[in-house]
């Protein structure tokens, strides 16, 4: 006989090992809204008056996140944020699905197209790149322009997709080669640091990745099937499976690790961990930990000596 | 054609996959011993003029402890310690594998017989455990006995047999948990806190279980083959083969996970968690972080009320 709901006693769909549940669609759905709206709360992360900017990628995570906040949080100010990363045989369908959510969801938007903005596309840093992925130079792009444009339209709070699989992941790592800089700037939310610094928040800081792509399906929310070509088989998927190995020996890995960090190793880790000094730099006005930032460093080399 | 040693040509016995090294026996022996003496060294751990206790416990690591150190130290003042824990089919071929060894050695030594020198047991608090395992209590009275026969005895270091795997297993559940007074006490040297307290050391720090088995066995070492009934299918036996698993598929895992540990975070860590207090038990006198030290409440237990 199929497993009963265990919040509604009808025909259950969906058993969450970690938490021994077994749940039907509509109270999976419902579970997931309340567990980010515990999150949000428990962290702080959304305040009367905050003007929140989604970035979303198209992908179930961030598209669920998007989803989500707007049925939880209908008077806060939400605007989604799409960045075209000009990937091959990618990112248009990334773009596409993004325009097909905000517009099922009436969100303002704005996309952000490399390719018209900077004249620039991620293909082109392939000669830059000596080992074989993209991940990093794509990482600094991205998180580089979110906050320019977070800054830029005055936005309080800018709102990513990541979830408990990627954060379990670069735990781990960061553990492992005791990279204590990244270890202290890996919460829930990153406040401000400064002046054109946007506060970062995570809201799915506590769904794992199946369960974003569950309420994604649930929900019908369109969001791309294809994957990156750029990061097949990187050191990050290969570790995100190594890590649900573990948790299948050990119930509620993912989530005891992470908050154990969160709880208690990390708040003496901070005490101890002075956060670098942050100066504007010198070819865009931006933060940064060096004279030149990370983001204008990664263009020269792309574009070459002026 | 079987793979050659790389150190002097002959023919290979074992692959180190972390080192990518293939070492025939007598190279590997010498390998062991290199890197005891450098993990010694690097760590400050015997210094001339100390008298050190060597616990053994008739296992392959603790007895490849004593051996090597022998070799390595022939000046340095050694006495082996061994603690007959009591357990039935299994402490008395431990006793018998040890007197071997210390005769072989030459070693001074002396041995702790619980049943003796107690009137109980380590089968003797099966009645005062509620969860299945002893290993918890076990450890308690151990690390009790260790310490205080070699603050009796004057000796100015405590050497265990812990090994790599020990440490690694240790250090993902310690983080895994949160467990941060017991990650600052995990580290190579563990210095006196108290008059009454000896400083630890754990020359085995940087070899794994395999290769103290493999030295263990090529210098013909006499050592226990039964497994401790208490411990069979334990937690810790558990996360060694998940540890394994993850080693077999990151190269290195456990070495760069404690290397990380020690170099990297632990020191940050130490400077924002102070020790707890020590006073003097007021049943025994002996260094303890509550009025009645862990090993008296362990033994009134199962002695019962006076």
Redesign the interface.
Known sequence: MAPRCNHCGASAEIYLDYARLNLCPACFKKFFEKKVKSTVSKYGMIKPGDKVLVAASGGKDSSALLFALKQLYPDVELKALHINLGIFGYSDECEQKFRELVEDLGVDFVVFDLREELGISMDDFRRTVYRRRLCSPCGTIKRYLMNKLAYEGGFTKLATGHNLDDVAEVLLNN??????EQ?VRLKPVLPSIHPKSVAKIKPLWETTEMEDLLYASYQGIPFRTVECPLSAGTRSL?WKR?IN??AG??RG?KH??V???V???LP??E???PLPPLVECKSCGMPSSSETCAFCRRIQLVRGPA
């Open positions: 553990y492992l080669h005791g990279k204590v270890l290969r190594l190995d573990v020996k050990v890995f005891t690790f908050k154990s960090h709880n208690k190793v003496l880790l005490r101890s961990t």
